[in-house]
């Protein structure tokens, strides 16, 4: 192997430069995880019990009343965590998506897997009767068989990703043509739902929308657990990828002469993104802009290196997702808002200012 | 180190864009691929780095076969620069350090973090390091995607119209650049041109391609006016100058 030109033997301030470049993204990170903690910690405080700080940290603890317990444990927690799973999964995903489908606007909504999704839930609501309206003042509109809704979202967003990878692979699983894919098939879903609900009665029709608003409360401790080891995994494998994403954000010719497979880290990245996509959507609902805003914050900040990126994408995801949902439980409490109407309210309006403040790089 | 390119075919959707090349270059040459547009000089370097795959023939560097060989391994033998670089939002340096990304398991070692150092100050980027790369000029960042490419600490290397964008000072730096590498590190390059004049200062050696075949191969003595006006098109004078070749359209 011919050597091209010495290591640097002087002069070594530029390693110096790196290393402080460096620590100074470490210091980012770790800033970031401690804000996601302290979030985590209000969000658990947050609720209509009224439960003072110290009583829901002692709770948390291990002390604690049977009440307190009850409430912390077995409905704010599950929710906190969902919150933080789904939040890191759901960005890190997007992030993932943006880099192997060289687009900054790609999300996990993008492949038609949300919209995959939604239909599944619509089978399982209208056809299968799993939806009904309870006359209860608190929560009029019920599904009576969660688990046979979130059965047939699942099934239906996992056919849609493997229908756009097995397209994808006939055209060479160019980002193109794995795009259209997506389209096309957020069309098709989008009108199979359409057809579902013009022919189901009101009622129907009114829990399936229902299940469509994205809402954290939905998770129970078993959920969770899926959620978590699903989320944990792909995170994992998409660390271990990271150079390989480094080199596909310079262009797929360089990345080659790198010597990344670029159509297998294609395929793994979208496969893996999509099966966060799909378990976070059939559990807990539609949840935008979580995969879009997450990445393109924290690239601005942080640039395109995904040694960082990845764990940034993940911390800001559950950033905001926390805050979505303890805003969701605060602004007209005792009232919950869907945590999926506020993502995207506020998510909007700032993806839009950061898009007239100018992108900082490409995606 | 020696590449060896024999009876190598290549063709997109069934039209053959390459037939029978076959050719050779050797540590220290620095060989020129000319041909008109859309030859097949961009598509014959891609099926060398394995970027395409050829449907015919073989490519051997060092004697092993290059289908042989896993992504890393190969980079770690050939390098290439794009025609037009695409950089991501990092640092110059972080951009010269994904060149060590073949060798690097878990993360960048600190002689990987060296080699990048050396390679920034071998092309005067130094004082650019921590700067993004997106900021740099045209010329910059070509000299940037040289950098990455000569941390891949490749046998050889090769380069995609290297000049086409540039403008005439930052051609001849670039050109400059690349040949006094080849001369110190005992590596090969080989380069696609369209300027006659400036692969004439650039190579000691040169590919005419015409139709998808080697229409000539050898040293400066195959650049005549009639192997020019065979495979441009295009009447041409040649007239000596300072001790080389000139090409001067008529």
Redesign the interface.
């Known amino acids: ?9 002087s ?5 110096e ?2 290393h402080r ?1 460096i620590r100074f993204k470490g210091l980012l990170l770790c800033a970031l995880a401690v804000l996601t903690f302290l979030l985590a910690l209000i969000c658990v405080n947050a609720g209509t019990a009224k439960i003072n700080p110290m009583q829901v940290l002692k709770t948390i603890l291990g002390g604690g009343g049977e009440k307190d317990y009850i409430v912390i444990w077995r409905i704010r927690m599950p929710r906190v965590v969902s919150a933080l799973v789904a939040g890191a999964g759901l960005s890190v995903a997007g992030c993932v998506m943006q880099n192997t489908l060289k687009n900054p606007l790609a999300s996990p909504s993008t492949l038609g897997i949300s919209s995959a999704a939604t239909f599944g839930a619509n089978i399982a609501i209208i056809a299968f009767g799993a939806g009904t309206i309870l006359s209860t003042a608190g929560d009029p509109v019920s599904i009576n068989n969660p688990y046979l809704v979130t059965v047939c979202a699942f099934i239906c967003s996992m056919g849609a990703v493997l229908i756009i990878l097995f397209l994808a692979r006939l055209r060479g699983f160019s980002p193109e043509s794995i795009v259209l894919a997506g389209v096309a098939l957020s069309s098709i879903f989008g009108a199979g739902t359409t057809l579902l609900q013009y022919f189901a009665p009101d009622i129907l029709i009114a829990a399936a929308i229902f299940w469509t608003f994205g809402d954290l409360a939905r998770a129970s401790w078993n959920e969770v657990l899926i959620m978590s080891v699903t989320v944990a995994g792909c995170l994992i494998f998409f660390f271990f990828q990271r ?1 390989n994403y ?2 596909l ?3 797929e ?2 990345a ?6 670029a159509q297998r880290v294609r395929f793994w990245g979208l496969l893996l993104s999509s099966l966060i996509t799909a378990v976070t959507v059939s559990f807990l609902g539609m949840i935008g802009f979580i995969g879009l805003l997450g990445p393109q914050i924290m ?1 601005r900040i942080i ?3 995904h ?1 960082f990126l990845i764990p940034a994408s993940a911390l800001a995801g559950s950033i905001i997702l926390l805050a979505a949902d303890t805003l969701a439980r605060v602004v007209i409490s005792p009232a919950v808002l869907p945590v999926g109407a506020v993502t995207s309210v506020f998510g909007g309006p700032m993806f839009l200012y950061m898009l007239i403040r100018g992108r ?3 995606a | 180190m020696k590449l060896e390119v024999q009876g190598l075919c290549f063709g997109y959707s069934g039209r053959r864009v390459l037939n029978n090349i076959s050719f050779s270059v050797a540590s220290g040459d620095c060989a020129a691929i000319l041909g008109t547009n859309g030859v097949g000089k961009s598509t014959l370097l891609k099926c060398l780095n394995r970027i395409l795959r050829c449907q015919e023939g073989r490519i051997c560097i060092g004697g092993a076969d290059i289908r042989g060989l896993d992504g890393n391994e190969l980079a770690r033998r050939i390098g290439y620069v794009a025609q037009t670089s695409r950089f991501a939002d990092t640092t110059v340096f972080d951009a010269v350090l994904l060149g060590r990304k073949p060798y690097i398991k878990w993360d960048a070692t600190r002689r990987d973090l060296e080699l990048a150092q050396g390679v920034l100050e071998r092309l005067s980027l130094s004082e650019y390091a921590m700067r993004s790369v997106n900021e740099l000029s045209g010329g910059e960042m070509q000299k940037v995607a040289i950098a990455r490419a000569l941390a891949q600490q490749p046998d050889v290397l090769l380069f995609d119209e290297p000049t086409s964008n540039l403008d005439l000072k930052n051609q001849l730096e670039v050109i400059r650049i690349i040949r006094e590498i080849v001369r110190e590190s005992d590596m090969a390059a080989i380069v696609t041109m369209h300027d006659l004049n400036l692969a004439l200062r650039f190579a000691g050696k040169f590919i005419m391609l015409r139709n998808g075949e080697i229409y000539a191969a050898g040293g400066p003595e195959i650049l005549t006016a009639e192997s020019i006006r065979d495979v441009y098109g295009v009447d041409v004078a040649i007239e000596a100058y300072g001790g080389s070749k000139v090409v001067i359209p008529r």
């Open positions: 192997m011919s050597q091209g030109y010495k290591a640097a033997s002069g070594l301030g530029g390693i430069a790196y470049h150079w480094n080199a954000s310079n262009g010719e360089t080659k002469g790198l010597g990344v497979n690239r640039g395109d290196d040694r900082r790089g490409r």
